[in-house]
């Protein structure tokens, strides 16, 4: 009996593949928050690697270009943390909220929707950053072009 083979996997949906389509890029500073024993160390990895450099931590005081934010339910509330991470970006900056796929811990997608719009962001795209952690790409609006 043949087992069929496996549908072939979007190289940029997962891993270092989503690494690169949430927008990372060479000599970008990122700053992470929410970080535990239960985070994706390859996706930590992978985002180190693109960047150049160690992601700093949640003592950092300069401007960040990125931040990754790692977000459980019960962890607070999560439009008061996006507005704390919109402070720590530099212009042009924007959120990584990894949140559980699937679990006790699960983020509601309306929740993520709501604190998005009360921190003043939008959803740019949602990935699987790991097997346990979807990234959701948070960016501020664009400023409108004033005549």
Same mark, same amino acid.
């Given at each position: 009996?043949?087992?069929?083979? &496996?549908? &072939?996997?979007?190289?940029?949906?997962?891993?270092?593949?989503?690494?690169?389509?949430?927008?990372?890029?060479?000599?970008?500073?990122?700053?992470?928050?929410?970080?535990?024993?239960?985070?994706?160390?390859?996706?930590?990895?992978?985002?180190?690697?693109?960047?150049?450099?160690?992601?700093?931590?949640?003592?950092?005081?300069?401007?960040?270009?990125?931040?990754?934010?790692?977000?459980?339910?019960?962890?607070?509330?999560?439009?008061?943390?996006?507005?704390?991470?919109?402070?720590?970006?530099?212009?042009?900056?924007?959120?990584?909220?990894?949140? &559980? $796929?699937?679990?006790?811990?699960?983020?509601?997608? /309306?929740?993520?929707?709501?604190?998005?719009?009360?921190?003043?962001?939008?959803?740019?795209?949602?990935?699987?950053? /790991? &097997? /346990?952690?979807?990234?959701? $790409?948070?960016?501020?609006?664009?400023?409108?072009?004033?005549?």
């Amino acid at each position: 009996m043949n087992t069929p083979a &496996p549908p &072939p996997v979007d190289p940029g949906s997962n891993g270092p593949g989503a690494v690169e389509r949430l927008g990372f890029a060479r000599d970008q500073v990122v700053q992470e928050f929410g970080y535990d024993a239960d985070v994706d160390d390859d996706f930590r990895y992978a985002v180190e690697d693109i960047c150049g450099a160690e992601i700093e931590d949640e003592d950092y005081t300069g401007g960040a270009d990125a931040v990754l934010l790692w977000f459980r339910e019960g962890d607070g509330d999560l439009g008061d943390a996006l507005v704390d991470m919109v402070g720590v970006l530099d212009d042009g900056g924007f959120v990584v909220l990894l949140t &559980p $796929k699937a679990g006790v811990d699960e983020v509601d997608p /309306s929740d993520i929707d709501e604190a998005a719009v009360t921190a003043g962001l939008h959803a740019a795209g949602t990935f699987n950053a /790991s &097997p /346990s952690w979807r990234a959701h $790409k948070l960016v501020a609006p664009k400023a409108k072009v004033r005549r």
